[in-house]
């Protein structure tokens, strides 16, 4: 090839090189965010406020927005490319989410997480109690639920191919009448809302609603959440547990979720909540594994109590041949305001009056 048809070659293929580049449109920049918060290190506590300073850089273009959301709940959005914003009173304890999101006016967009941990303003109280009385208990029950209502007491008991609900004559432990489960089901918490009867399973993610005058399966219902542990409900809404810090409130409705909570003390979060009970704008939560009972404000998760139960089967002669597993169950006992406690395949359960240590 001479000189001549080298120098077209090349000038050719510089113009298709050319043209293929120009045909490319380049992809836009996104913003870079920084986000920083004051106090930046150190416990935050419940009533606190939290300072959120956020600068969007726009390398190329205009910056359209920022929007600033904690815990999914929009506080505020700006077009400036820096500004900061003060929470003025931290409310939910356990670990909270802000997330800024970022957007220029060509689309292109940006994302940064930010989280931190919120803890208790409160030093919970240490109760004690006081055994009022006992009443029988099958030891066959593993026990996740109670509840009482009506003069009747309702049991949930789990393992595969013996969960159930039970409507029990509490006095003398009677069966009145019961509903067994599919043996595929591990049965866990339950509540009663209005006519009806919820029931969790262990690790379905399936629950199953009952009706409360003859046990008939009604409807059954989805959560995301991978394990199920405890129920209850606010008059309005069923709150559930699910091993972990969290408490998750249903809309019994259309099962959809309506909030969640992480409960906290002062110290630490607070794990492996199983068995829970409604009081009052409270709940009573117990620790899985532990003989430790909580005392939660359902409103921020916030522990405000303990009740330690410790040597509570000790007041009672045991055989060797019992299988006594640990504590679970409490039922709030509407005429006295006492709790109802027992554990899982024990031989009694108890009527105690909570009290404060002094």
């Known amino acids: 090839m001479n000189k001549c ?5 090349v000038v050719v293929l510089s113009l298709i090189f050319i043209c293929s ?12 965010i920084t986000v920083e918060l004051t106090p930046s290190s150190g416990p935050l506590v419940v009533g606190k406020s939290l300072t959120v300073s956020v600068k969007s850089k726009v390398r190329e273009g205009t910056l359209k927005k920022t929007d600033l959301y904690l815990n999914n709940r929009l506080l505020v959005t700006e077009t400036s490319g820096e500004f900061s914003y003060t929470i003025t009173e931290l409310q939910e304890t ?29 030093v919970p109280v240490n109760y004690s109690y006081t055994v009022i009385r006992d009443f029988p208990h099958d030891t066959g029950h593993f026990t996740q639920g109670l509840e009482i209502r009506n003069g009747f007491l309702f049991e949930g008991t789990g393992e595969y191919g013996t969960s159930a609900i039970y409507r029990k004559n509490l006095p003398s432990g009677r069966v009145v009448n019961s ?32 009706n409360l005058a003859d046990f008939a399966l009604v409807d059954s219902f989805r959560y995301a959440s991978k394990e199920g542990w405890g129920l209850t409900n606010d008059g309005k809404s069923l709150i559930m547990s699910d091993g972990s810090a969290v408490l998750t409130w249903i809309d019994p409705a259309g099962f959809s979720v309506q909030r969640s909570i992480q409960v906290a003390d002062h110290e630490k979060i607070y794990q492996y909540l199983n068995e829970l009970e409604y009081d009052s704008g409270y709940l009573w939560a117990n620790v899985w594994g532990s003989e430790r009972i909580l005392r939660i404000e359902a409103r921020s998760g916030r522990i405000t109590g303990y009740v330690d139960l410790k040597g509570l089967l000790g007041t009672l002669p045991l055989n060797q041949s019992d299988r006594l597993d640990v504590m679970n169950g409490i039922a709030l006992m509407p005429s006295t305001g006492h709790l109802l406690v027992t554990g899982k395949r024990w031989p009694r359960m108890f009527e105690i009056k909570v009290i404060i240590s002094e």
């Open 5 to 9: 048809a080298l120098s077209v070659v």
């Open 21 to 32: 580049c120009a045909g490319k449109s380049r992809r836009p920049s996104k913003p870079v």
């Open 94 to 122: 356990g670990v909270n989410t802000l997330r800024v999101f970022s957007e220029k006016n060509d689309g292109s967009s940006a994302v940064v997480i930010r989280n931190f941990t919120l803890l208790s303003d409160v």
């Open 179 to 210: 509903v067994k489960m599919d043996n595929r089901y591990f049965g866990e918490g339950i509540t009663i809302l209005e006519d009806k009867i919820y029931q969790l399973t262990y690790k379905n993610q399936i629950g199953f609603v009952y």
